[in-house]
């Protein structure tokens, strides 16, 4: 087996210096064109295809990957619309900027010698540059890791935690006010959330406080829908809340079967949304259920469901590109309400 050519092989059979041979790859504008073909042709005669990368990142101390950590199933970026939208936008950021992406899984367990902790030595020891971080529990012991590395890290919905910067829109805000669309001549509301923590008890819960959530985005998004019911005139204590075990579709039809009575359901997501809609059916002028979702994915648009609109995509996008120093900051993200025929119409002035 012959040993691959090295740089000084190339520099040799090319008569140049091996700094040129350097250049070549890795600066090519400092060397001139007729070095760059009398290099590339040499390295071509003695199968040379280019600097060691490994070598290369020791050197530099960066290796042009991003990692992204999931707080679910390494499935879920493939299942989920939301998921696959922020990675896809995380992935458009490494094309850009001619980076690697490593998807790290994090099963959100802490236990002795179970996967979780795996999990978090494969965090700790990947050779990225930075983080983006799906939206985890406050007290996901993964934070501690990745802030641990000293490295950048961006979490998408938070929690806020000191040495990392956070991407998302004002849940809270956007939850009040897709919560006053859907509560338009509602008489008795309800909520269908995401879990709200770690442990994903699916319950019905009368009037919940919001601070109890670990994970962030239920905490804003209930403390948004809390908002809306009391200024809608009816008291949250006598408000069922149905926590899911998940961000899906099968689990907010379950949801929708246990609450009785509702004439409103604000929906943390559009997959929870849709499996509702799917038990009580469509809205018909204003009798029935109104529902409300979130994300405003193809499906909603085609159910017609009043969700809130955020660009998932983008947010992977600006985070990706600020972990890699693209960006010198991470910008706003907007989003708006989607007002369509799942929820009644205002009342004539």
């Not at 985070?319 to 929820?343: F, H, K, M, Y």
């Amino acid at each position: 087996m012959h040993p691959r050519p090295t740089m000084a092989d190339v520099a040799a059979a090319a008569g140049v210096s091996t700094m040129s041979v350097s250049y070549t790859y890795n600066q090519p504008t400092r060397v001139s064109d007729a070095t760059r073909t009398r290099v590339l042709a040499a390295a071509e005669r003695l199968g040379y295809t280019g600097p060691h990368t490994g070598a290369r990142s020791l050197r530099s101390g960066k290796t042009n990957n991003v990692g992204v950590v999931l707080s679910e199933k390494l499935t879920y970026s493939f299942e989920n619309p939301q998921a696959r939208a922020f990675l896809t936008g995380i992935a458009e950021a490494c094309l850009d900027t001619d980076s690697g992406l490593v998807l790290l899984p994090n099963g959100g367990r802490s236990q002795p010698n179970s996967p979780a902790k795996a999990d978090l030595e494969r965090i700790r020891g990947a050779q990225v540059d930075g983080y983006v971080l799906w939206t985890t529990v406050s007290d996901d012991p993964m934070l501690d890791v990745v802030i641990g590395t000293g490295k950048p890290v961006c979490i998408q919905g938070g929690p806020v935690v000191p040495g990392a910067a956070m991407i998302g829109i004002d849940d809270s805000a956007a939850a009040l006010a897709v919560g006053q669309v859907g509560l338009r001549q509602s008489t008795k509301p309800a909520v269908i959330s995401f879990p709200r923590n770690r442990d994903r008890v699916v319950e019905i819960v009368h009037g919940p406080d919001p601070a109890d959530a670990t994970f962030p985005v239920t905490a804003a998004r209930l403390a948004g829908f809390r908002r809306a019911v009391v200024d809608a005139g009816f008291k949250w204590e006598s408000t069922p809340v149905a926590f899911a075990g998940s961000n899906a579709s099968p689990e907010g039809a379950d949801a929708a079967r246990r609450i009785v009575g509702a004439d409103a359901l604000l929906c943390c997501s559009d997959d929870l949304a849709l499996g509702a809609l799917d038990v009580v059916g469509p809205l018909d002028g204003c009798d029935g259920v109104a529902i409300t979702g979130w994300d405003d994915s193809d499906a909603a648009r085609a159910a017609g469901l009043t969700t809130v609109a955020q660009s998932l995509f983008d947010q992977g996008c600006d985070a990706a590109r600020w972990v890699l120093g693209s960006l010198d900051r991470i910008p706003e993200s907007p989003w708006s309400v989607q007002v369509r025929s799942s929820t009644r119409p205002a009342r004539p002035h």
